[in-house]
């Protein structure tokens, strides 16, 4: 209705009337592909097209088919979309309700084509799955696409992170709503550093080795590492983690009673993380069982702790 009105007179209300969309012209994306849980994994909510005029209406009156085709995510190829590509508009509107991609990765696009009409990109959405995994003695740590870690396995010290100390045949999400980069399990704990470059470890700490200053028992929740260092990586090892800042600096936390900790001494243990003698810059390090190996941006190895198999490569 339209209300016309002036100054001093009574208003008028017109008669009804009705807007009826324009032709249809082009497609648009009514609801967005979401990530997918897992590779193969039917996208969820379903996927919608819309028929729309050139001013943005849906087209109600319209049964055009539509068809969707998925772009490459980021370095990947071969990706294959499934489901049912091709749906018959209902009132303008395709419903794809069991799409799935069949490869983890990061910025896949759907594109809707119909014939005659202007196509439309959908929003980039991503494949979750795992990218890498860690074995510690009796429990894996493994990171998703997205940076969600999650343990399986013994949990009898708290290894799994995932605020419990129950066993799991099957991955547990670690506590805390981390983004990690990445993740270490060793013998009954288990390292990561979040994408900001902060350090967190949970598991067993009797020696020290979660580096949060404590030699509390045990951690069943991620806690983090002493000193607000930022760190590019970690390595877990035996009773003992070391890990390379970003800007080059090696640091070791835990049990030293062999030297691992790479600080000139073989009688403290430490629960903070310690720089690890010689001023050296490390590009990695890896924490062993009772030594640690590291090498530099220009590709020379340096060890340093238990030596009685000859593991620190010396001669």
């Avoid at 994306?29 to 996927?47: C, D, G, K, R």
């Avoid at 729309?52 to 009156?61: E, I, K, L, R, S």
């Avoid at 877990?236 to 800042?245: D, E, K, N, P």
Wanted: hydrophobic share 35%; with cysteine; glycine share 16%.
């Amino acid at each position: 209705t339209l209300t016309a009105t002036a100054n001093g007179l009574t208003s008028a209300i017109s008669t009804v009337f009705g807007v009826s969309p324009g032709a249809a012209t082009k497609l648009a994306f009514a609801v967005q592909p979401s990530n997918a849980a897992t590779a193969s994994a039917v996208i969820s909510p379903a996927v919608q097209v819309t028929v729309q005029d050139a001013q943005g209406n849906t087209v109600t009156g319209t049964t055009n088919s539509i068809t969707l085709a998925i772009t490459p995510a980021t370095g990947t190829t071969g990706a294959v979309l499934g489901g049912t590509l091709t749906i018959a508009a209902v009132n303008g509107v395709a419903m794809f309700s069991d799409l799935t991609v069949d490869r983890v990765g990061t910025g896949y696009k759907l594109t809707a084509t119909a014939g005659g009409l202007a196509p439309a990109t959908s929003t980039a959405f991503l494949v979750n799955g795992f990218t890498s995994l860690s074995v510690g003695g009796s429990h894996t740590c493994g990171l998703t696409l997205a940076g969600t870690a999650y343990c399986w396995g013994s949990n009898a010290r708290g290894q799994l992170g995932n605020g419990s100390t129950t066993n799991s045949s099957a991955p547990v999400a670690v506590s805390g709503g981390i983004t990690f980069a990445s993740v270490h399990a060793r013998f009954h704990y288990s390292c990561g550093v979040s994408t900001s470059g902060a350090a967190y470890c949970w598991g067993e700490n009797s020696y020290g080795e979660l580096g949060n200053g404590s030699t509390t028992s045990l951690s069943n929740a991620p806690v983090a590492v002493s000193g607000g260092l930022s760190f590019a990586t970690v390595s877990t090892g035996y009773w003992h983690a070391c890990g390379v800042t970003t800007a080059g600096a090696a640091y070791c936390w835990g049990i030293n009673n062999t030297g691992q900790l790479g600080n000139a001494s073989t009688t403290s243990n430490s629960s903070v993380p310690l720089a690890v003698s010689g001023g050296l810059t490390f590009a990695t390090v890896s924490a062993g069982d009772g030594q640690t190996c590291g090498v530099t941006p220009a590709g020379t190895a340096y060890c340093w702790g238990y030596n009685s198999f000859g593991q620190l490569g010396d001669s």
